[in-house]
């Protein structure tokens, strides 16, 4: 009896770009976590208060925007690798020089210039999934780089602690600096466009333009203007989840070792393992959640059907959140890292609707100005943090103002998803004018 071909199996080098977009965005959510680590050290330094530091990462956050903006339109105007080259020098740049101001101003413009620098990390990270995956690939190849955010956000409260205690507060920030270099170096010659490729085999690049609704080229650049994607609902559909859901993200990064510090007692060396295991069920569960959506896909479910069901239960799962101040250490590491976990996950999946519904072309200004609005929410709701926690503070009882802070962050994404929908109803391609 004759045994029928077997199908040929694609390649596996996308997997490497995927594996260097998750090294860039892990460099990335490292550099941004280590000053609210630093934190408790600094506040004997600076004598800072709640507001001030508030105010800091809300400029942090406003220049991350404008350089969102802007990095949207250079990345689909240059394409991905130049762009992601030029973002993660400039923040490496801005990360070593932290190690070299020590004042409350100093750090002011250290983060700006931090922010202005890493705001080509998403935009750049998306263009490259779009280019390289199929869309039954893309969510699950999301979930694995934007997994980098909760490995960063592991590795950071491990070793920024030790580094800072063993050789000082600015060690930290020079190696996450010269880590971002050593990126720089692996992606220059690994990363070109798949039709460019000397890595890839004909099967996989099949594989990877295996879409029949889309448009392959050899360039992956073109023009999208602002005001013409601004004019489709679509646009507002990524914007309005972004603005709604990416407060939270910045709350948990920036907030968390002092939520255990000022309610529990729990100094960085006592809170950083509970840190750590936030960060790893995050992992874990938020690449699952990239997952499902892709298994339903392959099970035959149209995209619009995965995304969206994946995407509301993702939405109920940080409900539980409401009760992580009324629990102990460890039940409330698992109510966080639940909440967190379920953020990536629909984080992942909202990223994806972007290359869902618009050319590739376009993908990287688009996913600009969304990630510019959840940056300016992020600003507005940093500094209603700052301001919030100094009151309750001052009448003696700092935790009843995480309970509400907690609080808003259990709905914020039923709230984005059932606006999602109202904009986006179906996750399917449109035409779109190119300039």
Not at 181 to 207: G, M, N, V, Y
Not at 364 to 379: D, M
Not at 403 to 410: G, K, S, T, V, W
Request: aromatic residues 14%; hydrophobic residues 55%; glycine residues 8%.
């Amino acid at each position: 009896m004759t045994r029928a071909p077997s199908k040929p199996t694609p390649g596996n080098y996308r997997w490497v770009i995927c594996a260097l977009l998750f090294a860039a965005t892990t460099i990335n959510y490292i550099d941004r976590q280590i000053l609210a680590l630093l934190k408790p050290i600094l506040d004997d330094q600076l004598h800072w208060t709640n507001e001030q530091f508030g105010d800091i990462q809300a400029a942090f956050q406003g220049a991350y925007a404008v350089s969102l903006l802007f990095f949207g339109w250079f990345i689909d105007r240059f394409g991905a690798k130049i762009g992601y080259a030029v973002s993660i020098a400039a923040w490496s740049l801005a990360a070593l020089s932290h190690a070299l101001v020590g004042s409350i101003g100093g750090f002011f413009n250290a983060r700006v210039a931090l922010g202005l620098g890493e705001g080509g990390n998403f935009p750049a990270a998306i263009k490259a999934t779009a280019l390289w995956f199929p869309k039954r690939e893309r969510a699950l190849a999301t979930s694995i780089f934007n997994s980098g955010a909760n490995v960063g956000a592991i590795a950071a409260p491990a070793i920024v602690p030790w580094v800072a205690l063993t050789w000082g507060w600015q060690a930290a920030f020079i190696a996450a600096g010269a880590a971002g270099f050593l990126w720089l170096a692996l992606w220059i010659p690994f990363f070109s466009l798949p039709r460019k490729s000397t890595h890839l085999s004909a099967d996989e690049l099949a594989h990877i333009e295996s879409d029949t609704d889309e448009v392959h080229s050899d360039t992956g650049v073109a023009k999208a203007s602002w005001g013409s994607l601004l004019k489709h609902r679509q646009t507002w559909s990524f914007i309005a989840g972004k603005f709604l859901t990416d407060p939270v993200w910045w709350f948990f990064l920036s907030w968390l070792p002092d939520f255990f510090k000022k309610t529990r007692g729990l100094d960085i060396k006592n809170s950083a393992i509970l840190l750590v295991a936030i960060y790893a069920i995050v992992t874990v569960l938020s690449i699952g959640g990239g997952w499902l959506t892709g298994a339903l896909t392959k099970r035959g479910w149209s995209v619009t059907r995965a995304r969206k069901t994946g995407m509301f239960l993702y939405a109920c799962c940080v409900i539980p959140i409401l009760a992580v101040t009324t629990v102990g250490d460890w039940p409330a590491v698992l109510l966080i890292g639940l909440a967190g976990a379920a953020h990536q996950a629909w984080s992942a999946n909202l990223y994806t609707t972007v290359s869902d519904m618009f050319p590739k072309y376009a993908v990287a200004s688009v996913v600009g100005l969304g990630s510019v609005a959840g940056a300016l929410s992020g600003i507005l709701f940093q500094k209603a943090v700052g301001r919030m926690l100094d009151h309750f503070t001052a009448i003696g009882n700092v935790t009843s103002g995480y309970m509400m802070l907690f609080a808003i962050c259990a709905f914020a994404y039923l709230v984005a998803f059932a606006v999602n929908h109202l904009l986006a109803p179906k996750y399917v391609p449109f035409s779109l004018e190119k300039e």
